[in-house]
């Protein structure tokens, strides 16, 4: 099997803490893995290093055959690895729709001229990342019946769903060549 995801002695350290201590693990390409532990073991600040969050102080992660520690997290967004948060954190104010739309956003390529204004490609765009976003609402099973809800107005169980449309949205990859999740 090919590997996606691969930690070689990853450590993280803060101050004279030592968070994360050289972690060692493969995650082949289809698998499907978890991570366990008790309060305080570091799933999370191990996460954070994965996302670019934080930078490890050792070792190195890779993902797809490449390095990437100390990429910025919208770079590492932008090569195929999504998160949801432990504490959700959607725009409360936008819709459902429109938070799904802020995780398509990586993937959009018009600039902040064509913003304004607006030729047919971008209008194109803009349609057809609509109809993905209301895709996968479906897919999580949110349905397009409340997609354009707040955010804010969602029991904690579908925010939760929607918080994982949104990482889907920026279509994280789910192999090591370019298939992606139909979308």
Do not use: W
Not at 120 to 143: C, N, P, W, Y
Not at 151 to 177: F, K, M, T, V
């Amino acid at each position: 099997m090919t590997v996606l995801l691969k930690a070689d002695h990853v450590t993280k350290k803060f101050g004279g803490l030592t968070a994360v201590n050289r972690v060692d693990f493969e995650i082949e390409v289809g698998m499907i893995a978890g991570l366990i532990g008790p309060n305080g073991a570091g799933k999370t600040t191990f996460f954070n290093n994965i996302t670019g969050l934080y930078t490890p102080t050792d070792g190195t992660i890779y993902f797809d055959g490449e390095p990437i520690t100390g990429l910025k997290p919208h770079v590492i967004q932008k090569r195929g690895i999504s998160r949801t948060f432990q504490n959700i954190r959607l725009f409360g104010q936008l819709s459902a729709l429109e938070n799904v739309l802020v995780g398509e956003h990586v993937r959009l390529h018009g600039s902040i001229l064509e913003a304004f204004f607006r030729p047919k490609r971008v209008m194109t765009e803009e349609a057809d990342a609509k109809e993905k976003a209301l895709k996968i609402l479906d897919f999580v099973g949110l349905g397009r019946k409340i997609a354009e809800q707040a955010a804010r107005n969602l029991p904690y169980g579908s925010q939760r769903r929607l918080e994982i449309a949104r990482a889907l949205a920026s279509d994280p990859s789910c192999s090591c060549s370019t298939s992606r999740r139909p979308g």
